[in-house]
């Protein structure tokens, strides 16, 4: 059974910054792909950044250039820091695993950027 948990979510005022970790447990395989996703009422959930096990990141547009997303193989874990947080990024994230076509999601985590 695949569980996630992540932490590092709180307030921040605009501009500041924020670092998100999830902890994947029961992972039997070192390839699959882990990423954070948001999601805002009357929002669909988006894709914010993933990374594979080889480490190719990809981002939405919306973070380019303020967020970055690592991962440490040994402790499957993955990293999300967000810098320049806009009251735009509030939301509750999301981390994902993506292995052979299943899906696992974390309890969520409340970012809430102040202006």
């Known amino acids: 059974q695949v569980q996630l948990v992540e932490s590092g979510g709180g307030l921040v005022q605009a501009g500041g910054s924020l670092r998100l970790s999830c902890a994947a447990s029961?992972?039997?395989?070192?390839?699959?792909?882990m990423g954070w996703y948001r999601h805002t009422p009357g929002k669909q959930r988006e894709l914010v950044a993933t990374?594979?096990?080889?480490?190719?990141?990809n981002y939405a547009d919306s973070v380019k250039g303020r967020f970055t997303t690592s991962r440490d193989n040994a402790k499957n874990t993955v990293f999300l820091q967000m810098n320049s947080l806009k009251p735009e990024d509030t939301a509750v994230y999301y981390c994902?695993?993506?292995?052979?076509?299943?899906?696992?999601w974390g309890q969520g985590t409340q970012v809430t950027v102040s202006s």
């Open positions: 994902n695993v993506h292995q052979y076509g299943n899906d696992y």
């Open positions: 029961g992972i039997t395989s070192r390839f699959y792909s």
């Open positions: 990374i594979t096990s080889a480490c190719f990141t």
